[in-house]
């Protein structure tokens, strides 16, 4: 167990089975002909100004040309997310993929603001983050997660690879903030510092987001 506020249980991962389907639903509505779905979810930096839920909506949209994309991200979040959202709990693993998203959005911004991103990567490297600092509190061997992590991140940087490196590195720093808060404030009388916390996480990315936006 990762605390006494948070049990694993065998109830069915209900957030990442959800977040699955509207993934697959929404790339299903991307394939229509003349389909506005990817332009009108997709984040574009120089849309932040008006259109700031960009920053999360990416993160449910794929690349319409590449089944690669949705099958990679979506398979990551198969195995991982009932996982972690048994460890955590609905509440908190819902909390961490849409803020190691934002983060990636954020990171999108702030070193690429000329790119527009789409899909679920920087959630994902969130949630890769959250359960290797928790396997490592646990004891258990983290060694081939941690492999994976710096193999991928590795690929967003080789040349001819389209791949948003940026989003990775910031849902992989989000998503490690944030499960630092969960391991720190595990206790039941700790509950409220720790929403406190979490929101300190978000209302920072905002910030960070305003401070870019202004400098423009």
């Known amino acids: 167990m990762l605390a006494s506020t948070t049990r694993a249980t065998k109830d069915q991962p209900v957030i990442t089975w959800s977040i699955i389907g509207l993934c697959v639903l929404i790339y299903v509505l991307q394939l229509l002909p003349n389909s506005p779905v990817t332009s009108a979810l997709l984040y574009y930096p120089p849309y932040t100004y008006t259109e700031p839920w960009r920053m999360v909506t990416a993160l449910f949209v794929h690349s319409p040309t590449s089944f690669l994309h949705i099958l990679f991200n979506m398979y990551s979040l198969f195995v991982i997310g009932p996982m972690m959202e048994r460890i955590v709990g609905r509440v908190r693993f819902l909390a961490l993929y849409l803020l190691s998203g934002f983060g990636g959005s954020v990171a999108v911004l702030l070193l690429a603001p000329g790119t527009a991103v789409v899909g679920a990567s920087g959630a994902i490297f969130g949630l890769l983050a959250a359960l290797f600092l928790i396997q490592r509190k646990l004891g258990g061997n983290s060694v081939q997660l941690l492999i994976v992590i710096g193999l991928n991140l590795v690929i967003g940087f080789l040349p001819g690879v389209n791949v948003a490196w940026q ?19 595990r206790r039941i ?24 936006l202004y400098a423009f």
Do not use: M, S
């Open 167 to 185: 989003a990775h590195v910031g849902g992989l720093v989000v998503g490690g903030v944030v499960a630092l808060v969960y391991l720190r404030t």
């Open 189 to 212: 009388d700790q509950r409220t510092v720790q929403i406190l916390a979490v929101t300190g996480v978000f209302v920072a990315l905002v910030v960070l987001t305003l401070v870019r």
